[in-house]
Structure formats: structure tokens, C-alpha cells
């Protein structure tokens, strides 16, 4: 069964744009040592809860986003060794020095998880208008 590695991180918007280029190569990287999928999602509807929430996550500051991702593995033991490559590929220590980031590191969280529901539609046939 597939394995799914999660990180939510703080990503300044005035850095958003480099954070986009960071994890478009990152994410390369992930792809061609094994990954299933790489995706990277800002924030677009997450409010501070009472109790918890994305923003309040990763302590939020004004100037910032909330960047949630995930990266699918065929399986857990297949995501280790898929790690184990990216970690010693020389293009990912090249983007590795904290201070070069474009978050803060720091308030970032992150976890391997087992799925226990995996559901996807069917493809659908086309039902829009045909163009003139």
C-alpha cells in the first residue's frame, strides 16, 4: 500500500515565488529517485481556529502563507530508500543550507503517514459543448 510523507510549513509571500522554484526542483529530484507524486499547495482558504489550524500551526505572521505538501510513495519501505537517494543527491545538498531557504525551517512540521481510505473518481467522459 502506498506511504505518504506530509509537511505544512510558513512561507513568507514576499518569497512565495523563489519558495515555487525551490520545491518545483525539489520535487524533480523526489520524482526521479522513485516518488509516485509531489504536491505543494498554498494557502487559499484557512482561517485561525479557536483551538487549532493551519495558521496557527506554524505561528503565522502577517507577511506570510501556509504551504501544505505530501510526497506518495509505492510503500513505506520504498519511501526509506527513496529518502535515503534524495538525501544524498548533490543537486538537493546544494538547496540544503537553512540560511538559503525561503521559510522558516524552523516552524515547519512534518510526518510519515499509512493511508486507511484511498478513493479516486473515475475518468468521466467530456460532457462540455462541443466548440463551433
Known amino acids: 500500500m502506498a506511504y505518504v510523507d506530509g509537511f505544512v510549513l510558513p512561507v513568507p509571500l514576499a518569497k512565495l515565488g523563489d519558495y515555487r522554484k525551490l520545491a518545483r526542483k525539489a520535487g524533480k529530484i523526489w520524482i526521479e529517485h522513485g516518488a509516485l507524486a509531489y504536491t505543494e499547495c498554498v494557502a487559499d482558504d484557512v482561517k485561525p481556529g479557536k483551538l487549532t489550524s493551519f495558521p496557527q500551526s506554524v505561528k503565522l505572521k502577517a ?68 466548440s463551433p
Open 63 to 130: 507577511d506570510e502563507t501556509v504551504v501544505f505538501a505530501w510526497i506518495v510513495y509505492p510503500s513505506r519501505k520504498a519511501r526509506d530508500a527513496i529518502n535515503a537517494r534524495v538525501m544524498a543527491d548533490p543537486r538537493l545538498a546544494a538547496m540544503a543550507d537553512p540560511a538559503s531557504h525561503p521559510f522558516d525551517g524552523k516552524r515547519m512540521f512534518w510526518g510519515g503517514f499509512k493511508p486507511i481510505v484511498a478513493l479516486e473518481a473515475a475518468p468521466k467522459a467530456d460532457l462540455s459543448p462541443a
